[in-house]
């Protein structure tokens, strides 16, 4: 095929929005790409492709040229070799009214391209894939894909990128109706999505590899896609948003619906995360509350409702505007029992039609239907942001088994009390330190959070249990740096106590168990939470 005459232009100044004349199309996910490249073809545009793509257009009835008729060289080495050469990227990165470049191109017999229509292998995919090898996941390594997707992006005055089947349809018509042009706006959206598209799956390169070597490497990279637009902040004046990372097995909304309700809000998902997580830590039916990001109340039960209706009973105070996380579905009695409170949100692995009928009467509720059986990958590293930085660690997700554990004291734990210490033990990691919790028959009655001095979480926790202490144990985040919060805890009837232990004056909180003739046992490690 002889030369378009776009092949030997003549130098005029750039319009505002140059006509769109050939579009060159090579895409994996072949979604909506017949469609698209027939509209593109409608309006005479050619269509220039590659392999796979080529033959699903050919196969579709679109007219193609092949990429090798426009560069003059031939797809090589198993189509590893077949869009990079100059012919194509100075018909991509040519400015158009630079006499200089007009002139190159009519030397050189170069054909411009006015709009590249390209998607990447699929990369992400395949490293997810379990037991893949290391060299199909490198064969799924994109060259030519961000090379041409990058050049037209940096050239978008003259040379637009798409990359997503959901633009297919806002480009055509735009394109019908401003006569094959695209405004500058347009174009330079459409840069700026490209862009982030191959920063994104660099970053999955770039991570895959980094994980293979180091678990702290000297760059750390990470990609996140907006999931949803909230309301706004923590307070009504900060802006917000939610962004899944990418390439995590899942997420705080993985597999989640909304049944029903407000939109979620920012401060929703971070008690959610929170109230997730705590939840994680059980196999039995489980209720965890969750307000300001603390556990209000958790429980165990034989049945949903009992777990929920314990776990509401530690601090109905403090419940009152919470979100209620459930491990198990809901159903009418259930429903009809939570709707008599104010939750903020509810979320469940079922709901039953009648549940939903009774829920119906709290319109405000959110409501989130959990279908996520995946497990979190644990390894992934937390990640908190702060001014202009990232703090990274290992996830606290383990629990020390009772072989590891010390006991301390003269009197040994009976069975019940080793039970509920593993209970209260299990919530505490999730409480904010200083965290005390008091606990029995595997529910919270008392839970004292994010204070200053542990003695203070001490007397709140307390507090909180009021007069039904006798008998039940005690957890603690961190060690005791004195005796004088073990000694409240065992005047209010306190029989266990469970810590990490490691302060110089462990020997006066054990003596002060043992004069009262209760255990302490050390697990020698502490689980702070900030």
């Not at 004046?237 to 920012?266: C, D, I, N, W």
């Not at 080793?418 to 008392?446: M, P, Y």
């Not at 994010?450 to 008998?471: F, N, P, T």
């Amino acid at each position: 095929m002889e030369a378009s005459l776009q092949s030997s232009p003549a130098p005029e100044a750039a319009p505002d929005a140059p006509p769109v004349r050939r579009a060159l199309i090579s895409v994996s996910d072949k979604t909506g790409i017949v469609e698209f490249a027939r509209g593109l073809a409608d309006l005479g545009i050619e269509i220039v492709s590659t392999g796979g793509t080529a033959r699903e257009l050919a196969a579709g009835g679109v007219p193609v040229r092949s990429i090798t008729d426009l560069t003059g060289f031939p797809e090589i080495m198993d189509g590893r070799v077949k869009t990079l050469h100059p012919k194509l990227y100075a018909g991509l990165l040519a400015v158009r009214d630079n006499p200089e470049h007009l002139r190159a191109a009519q030397e050189h017999a170069v054909e411009f391209v006015d709009l590249v229509c390209v998607n990447l292998y699929p990369f992400e995919r395949t490293a997810a894939r379990r037991g893949v090898a290391d060299e199909e996941v490198i064969e799924n390594i994109d060259i030519g894909g961000p090379t041409m997707i990058r050049a037209a992006a940096k050239n978008h005055a003259y040379a637009a990128p798409v990359v997503s089947p959901a633009s297919y349809d806002a480009v055509l018509a735009e394109l019908r109706e401003s006569g094959c042009r695209l405004s500058p706006p347009t174009r330079e959206s459409l840069a700026a999505e490209a862009f982030s598209y191959t920063a994104r799956y660099d970053t999955a390169i770039a991570r895959w590899f980094q994980e293979k070597r180091e678990d702290f490497p000297s760059l750390f990279v990470r990609a996140f896609e907006k999931v949803l637009e909230l309301p706004y902040g923590e307070n009504p004046h900060q802006r917000a948003a939610y962004y899944e990372q990418v390439g995590a097995r899942t997420h705080v909304l993985s597999m989640v619906s909304q049944l029903g309700g407000k939109p979620l809000s920012f401060n929703n998902l971070l008690d959610l995360d929170a109230g997730r997580l705590a939840l994680s830590e059980f196999k039995i039916p489980a209720c965890v509350i969750i307000k300001h990001g603390n556990p209000c109340g958790v429980a165990c039960g034989s049945t949903p409702i009992e777990a929920y209706r314990k776990a509401f009973a530690c601090d109905p105070q403090s419940a009152f505007g919470g979100i209620v996380c459930l491990n198990r579905s809901v159903d009418a009695e259930l429903a009809r029992e939570i709707s008599d409170q104010f939750v903020e949100v509810l979320f469940a692995r079922g709901y039953s039609e009648e549940a939903l009928e009774a829920l119906a009467s709290k319109p405000n509720t959110r409501i989130l239907d959990d279908r996520e059986r995946r497990t979190p990958n644990m390894i992934e590293p937390h990640v908190r942001q702060v001014v202009g930085g990232l703090l990274v660690q290992d996830r606290d997700f383990d629990l020390e088994e009772r072989g590891e554990m010390h006991v301390v004291s003269q009197r040994r734990p009976t069975e019940a009390e080793w039970q509920q210490l593993s209970f209260a033990w299990k919530v505490c990691k999730h409480v904010k330190s200083n965290a005390i919790v008091i606990a029995r028959d595997l529910e919270t009655i008392g839970i004292g959070a994010g204070q200053m001095s542990r003695v203070d979480s001490v007397r709140i926790a307390l507090e909180k249990a009021r007069d039904g202490v006798r008998g039940a144990v005690v957890a603690s985040d961190a060690y005791f740096p004195f005796a004088d919060s073990v000694q409240l805890a065992l005047e209010a009837g306190v029989t266990a106590v469970i810590q990490p232990g490691g302060s110089m004056r462990d020997h006066l909180s054990v003596e002060a168990i043992d004069q009262a003739g209760a255990a302490m046992v050390f697990t020698s490690r502490r689980h702070f939470l900030h």
